[in-house]
């Protein structure tokens, strides 16, 4: 199913594109087509995916297609991890979310951190970046996602939980791969990479 979602994510990218770039109107027809037999491709092969959903889908970017960015910010102390619990699963990740417009990645890790846990946190090192088709991430939606996880130390003891969590712990490695994780956001191997990070005087950020 993972280069089926893939396939359709790259239609839809030549349609969107297309549709952007071409002055042609008969090619504009063409890219209007394609990106119709893309919804009826995606509607088949895709359970309970709606019109609405479609719509939004195609139509939430503009001009080049490009990846949507993931960030999540590994928080230690005392060779724990910092995790939140997410209210809408009952399950446990690395604080992070999307790249928000007029921030900069590392300040999103400082904003979600905040956001999510309660505490200030300064980011260290970049400790890897992931691209979630090619790593066999879970997904909740057919966005293309680079992952961006980053190292941080935190600067206060203070927390609890956001609006969208419900608690807020520092675990170990081992106590952390026995939760119930939220694998779209961080698989058990985010967690091994990002302890090895912290336990390293000189890392080198890890990509594809």
């Not at 030549?14 to 009826?40: M, P």
Request: net charge negative; proline share 3%.
């Amino acid at each position: 199913m993972d280069e089926i979602e893939l396939l359709l994510e790259q239609l839809q990218a030549i349609a969107q594109t297309g549709k952007h770039y071409s002055k042609d109107v008969f090619d504009r027809e063409r890219y209007d087509q394609l990106e119709v037999v893309s919804k009826k491709l995606i509607t088949k092969l895709i359970n309970n995916t709606t019109t609405e959903q479609l719509d939004i889908f195609f139509d939430a970017d503009t001009g080049y297609v490009t990846p949507k960015v993931d960030i999540r910010a590994a928080t230690f102390k005392d060779d724990k991890i910092l995790l939140v619990r997410e209210k809408s699963s009952g399950q446990w990740s690395i604080p992070g979310g999307w790249g928000d417009i007029g921030y900069s990645a590392s300040e999103i890790a400082i904003k979600e951190t905040f956001e999510e846990a309660g505490i200030h946190t300064v980011p260290q090192r970049l400790i890897a970046i992931k691209d979630m088709q090619k790593n066999h991430y879970p997904k909740k939606n057919l966005n293309y996602v680079y992952k961006m996880f980053f190292e941080c130390k935190p600067t206060e003891d203070n927390l609890h939980s956001g609006v969208e969590t419900s608690d807020v712990k520092y675990f170990t490695l081992d106590e952390a791969l026995k939760l119930n994780l939220s694998l779209a956001r961080n698989m058990p191997e985010d967690f091994k990479l990002a302890f090895k990070c912290h336990h390293s005087k000189a890392w080198e950020t890890y990509f594809d």
